[in-house]
Antibody, heavy 119, light 107 residues
């Protein structure tokens, strides 16, 4: 069974940095695109960033372009999201999600990790 | 960026009734529209992909239709476990976007 375990969230001050991780199991990790999707408290879903199976292609929402960096280590079956220059608007639960294909839907999700940006 | 607008924001129905949820795209997305269900404290669950295909394990009471800019998720006869928030999502181009959600609540 596919399992995604996201971690790395916490409390950070505005302007700070944080790195999220997502460990995958039960899947040929390198065969699938992956994404990060976030959800601010009481709000809807927002796609944040995606990466191809090889890691060669990356994509970002305009709201995080230039501040966040997605990457993956296929030898460790792990997805990352490096978040820099965080603002209060980045406060959310961050989910890692496995894509069904390239630029596609998300059939498996992590449980989410909470990032709180506050002074 | 393609904007997805869901309606209504909230739908109040009773178990056994049918539900119709709508999602409108700001431009044509062909059939590249999916639907998710999210319950409190849980991650979203994929229900429908490419307009009308049920994901693995999704009951037949869930169905999807539409094309171009107008799409519908229909739940034929509501079960107690169906009361949740539903989101649509397109995969037509980058960036992927979600609708703002429809809350399906018990009347």
């Amino acid at each position: 069974e596919v399992q995604l375990e996201d971690s790395g969230g916490g409390l950070v001050q505005p302007g700070g940095s944080l790195r999220l991780s997502c460990a995958a199991s039960g899947v040929t990790f390198s065969s699938y695109d992956m994404s990060w999707v976030r959800q601010a408290p009481g709000k809807g879903l927002e796609w944040v960033s995606g990466i191809s199976g090889s890691g060669y292609n990356t994509y970002y929402a305009a709201s995080v372009q230039g501040r966040f960096t997605i990457s993956r280590d296929n030898s460790k079956n792990t997805l990352y999201l490096q978040m820099n220059n965080l603002g209060v608007e980045d406060t959310a639960v961050y989910y890692c999600a496995k894509s069904t294909g390239t630029m596609s839907y998300f059939d498996y999700w992590g449980r989410g990790t909470l990032v709180t940006v506050s002074s | 960026e393609i904007v997805l607008t869901q309606s209504p924001a909230t739908l109040s129905l009773s178990p056994g009734e049918g539900a119709t949820l709508s999602c409108r795209a700001s431009q044509s997305i062909s059939s590249y529209l999916g639907w998710y269900q999210q319950k409190p404290g849980q991650a979203p669950r994929l229900l429908i992909y490419d307009t009308s295909n049920r994901a693995t394990g999704i009951p037949a009471r869930f169905s999807g239709s539409g094309s171009g800019t107008d799409f519908t998720l229909t739940i034929s006869s509501l079960e107690p476990e169906d009361f949740a928030v539903y989101y649509c999502q397109h995969r037509s181009n980058w960036p992927i976007t979600f609708g703002q959600g429809t809350r399906l609540e018990i009347k």
